[in-house]
């Protein structure tokens, strides 16, 4: 097996070429090393083109340009984040009795307390709907359903405004379950009949 050598440029002296460099002007390089020193390098010269661009001024500009991209990115994933989070969040129990009573709170309007779907019936069966005004509603909880009382001003066939009342049963839902007719109306108003009676 012949052995053959290389000239050094820098040095002009001969060393083996199964060497990575010249013993005489590097320090010598055992051979497991070999492989990680190129390695090494190799970074270095990626290290000094890297510093090559900062000192021709480009990498303040790459620097500007890439956090101008990350900041919107980090913004909307914090975004995303907190939205999520608050949709997460479980809504409060709302117990049995806080439930019935909304269900209750919504059949009457806010503007004046009359019972929507009441209102609704009595314009519906009214010889003039336009002369509807409310007067007054009141409304007994019996537990699964309402007694719902509204007295109203309208006008009757003749033109005249007169007063009347309208007692009806209502599920805790909201829907009309039965219309008392106006003699039962009347005993109601007069006192003959208790809340007992319907």
């Known amino acids: 097996m012949a052995i053959s050598f290389t000239r050094c440029p820098k040095c002009g002296k001969s060393y083996r070429d199964d060497r990575a460099s010249c013993p005489h002007c590097s320090p010598p390089e055992p051979k497991e090393r070999g492989r990680l020193q190129r390695f090494i390098t190799d970074c ?45 969040q479980p809504l409060p129990k709302q117990s049995y009795q806080e439930s019935r009573d909304e269900k209750i709170k919504k ?15 009595i314009k519906g069966i009214m010889n003039d709907p336009d002369s509807y005004q409310h007067v007054e509603t009141k409304y007994w909880d019996k537990g699964d359903y309402l007694i719902v009382f509204t007295q109203f001003r309208g006008k ?43």
């Not at 059949?107 to 019936?121: N, P, R, V």
Request: proline share 2%; with cysteine; glycine share 6%.
């Open 44 to 88: 270095n010269g990626q290290i000094r083109s890297w510093l090559d661009l900062k000192k021709k001024k480009i990498l303040p500009q790459s620097i500007i340009i890439v956090i101008s991209l990350c900041i919107p990115i980090i913004f909307f994933h914090w975004l995303s984040n907190i939205s999520n989070q608050q949709i997460a």
């Open 107 to 121: 059949q009457f309007s806010a503007w004046d307390g009359s019972h929507i779907k009441l209102t609704e019936y």
């Open 156 to 198: 009757n066939m003749f033109g005249g405004v007169v007063k009347n009342g309208c007692l009806a049963k209502v599920s805790i839902n909201g829907n009309i379950l039965h219309v008392f007719n106006q003699d039962e109306v009347m005993d109601f108003i007069n006192g003959k009949k208790s809340l007992d009676d319907y």
